[in-house]
């Protein structure tokens, strides 16, 4: 029985990054022998199991056949036989197919450390092409990584590539997807995920809407980088710089997709994208089952981002409606997030990333003038029911007219 560190802990390791979670393998044992030395099993899909002592895991070496559609058709086979080589060639990068002993000698028969120096995500072995989830994760590490120079070796990008036009992408679970998608938006280069992914032809397949933004022109007076999908870009990688959370940043992605449906020959005008967009970022929301927060947000950012940059000009009765929209008086953060959305939108454009957005602290202000409205004198003159929600909403009115006329 021998128990080796294996994958991210190893790979981290060796780039100088601290090891968050480790992942360790026993080779040369089987279950049964497993079981009788106390360990309790765990995992339906494969044997893995906690030590009853600290509750670290260890997975049994094992191997896996392809036997249907999708991340889940596979069969695995886990017994004493399998050697540590054979364990490390199903998974899917070179540098995640390193293993460390006891002593801390790195074993590395497919040449993971060569390809850390290189800054090269490669592929294993031609069996990569057999998991779609393969995609979005290679996408994910060029993302996690892009800060180190890496990117995709040709050959695997090419992989990709025929795995996304093979159809597998499409049996994918939203569950599977979700989680690989909302990880990678939390790395510090999410844009260089999306790029990846449409690199290899899967955006189209996954998100069809964002990858038909790519090539469509905007006003350059507005839009100095001019093309949609670069701009979307832009406004995502302002949103990992500001460290915003995964709301914002899934909000950013989808906000413009309106854009893509605007009739060539209204081009690079894009009159009521707003309004366009709702379907197209209702039907990604569905598609992937995002969270409940994800998903307003996106709609919300969607319908009303352009309000926001307007924001100095909106009337009073206008901006009451907005807040209204957002239900400002029981749900401050969200917002709070719009806001900072539509900055993150207004900053992601060529030469723009580092202007002042003045309407943020103006929407900050309305928000918080809105909210101070105190409602008892209101029920002391015997205001109830929906004639109380009519008179609030007239105080607002004129707290938010007198709001704005201090600011002008």
Not at 17 to 37: H, N, Q, Y
Not at 325 to 340: A, L, M
Request: charged residues 30%; aromatic residues 6%.
């Amino acid at each position: 029985m021998k128990i080796y560190k294996v994958g991210g802990a190893v790979r981290d390791r060796l780039l100088g990054i601290k090891v968050t979670d480790i992942d360790r393998m026993v080779v040369g044992v089987s279950a049964e022998e497993m079981l009788a030395k106390g360990y309790k099993p765990v995992g339906a899909d494969f044997p893995v199991f906690l030590d009853p002592n600290n509750g670290d895991e260890y997975a049994l070496a094992r191997t896996e056949r392809k036997s249907g559609r999708g991340y889940g058709g596979f069969v695995f086979h886990a017994s004493p036989e399998v050697t540590l080589e054979e364990d490390l060639i199903r998974r899917d990068l070179t540098i995640n197919a390193m293993a460390e002993d006891d002593d801390g000698n790195i074993i590395d028969p497919y040449h993971g450390q060569d390809d850390l120096e290189a800054r090269v995500l490669r592929h294993v072995s031609p069996a990569f092409a057999e998991d779609p989830l393969r995609v979005l994760r290679v996408a994910r590490f060029a993302a996690r990584y892009a800060h180190l120079g890496f990117t995709v070796a040709p050959q695997t990008l090419e992989l990709m590539r025929q795995l996304s036009e093979s159809g597998e992408l499409e049996a994918l679970t939203p569950e599977r997807s979700w989680k690989e998608i909302s990880r990678a938006l939390m790395e510090d280069q999410p844009q260089v995920f999306i790029q990846v992914l449409r690199d290899c032809n899967a955006l189209k397949t996954l998100m069809p809407e964002v990858d038909a933004l790519f090539g469509v022109p905007q006003p350059e007076v507005h839009h100095p980088e001019i093309d949609t999908g670069v701009h979307t870009l832009s406004v995502l990688e302002q949103a990992a710089v500001h460290r915003q959370p995964l709301t914002v940043r899934w909000a950013c992605l989808l906000h413009d997709l309106g854009k893509g449906t605007t009739p060539v020959d209204k081009l690079p005008q894009h009159i009521a994208h707003e309004q366009r967009g709702l379907k197209l970022i209702k039907a990604v929301n569905e598609r992937f089952k995002a969270p409940k927060d994800c998903q307003e947000l996106a709609l919300l950012v969607g319908q009303y981002h352009t309000h926001g940059h307007r924001a100095l000009e909106l009337k009073a009765s206008t901006l009451l409606e907005l807040l209204q929209s957002f239900d400002v008086y029981r749900r401050p953060q969200r917002f709070e997030e719009f806001v900072v959305s539509c900055e993150m939108d207004a900053r992601g454009r060529k030469g723009l990333e580092q202007r002042s957005y003045p309407q943020a602290d103006y929407l900050r202000g309305a928000a918080k003038a809105a909210r101070e409205v105190p409602v008892a004198p209101l029920l002391e003159k015997g205001f109830k029911g929906p004639e109380l929600g009519e008179a609030l909403k007239r105080e607002r009115l004129k707290v938010l007219q007198t709001y704005k006329s201090l600011q002008a």
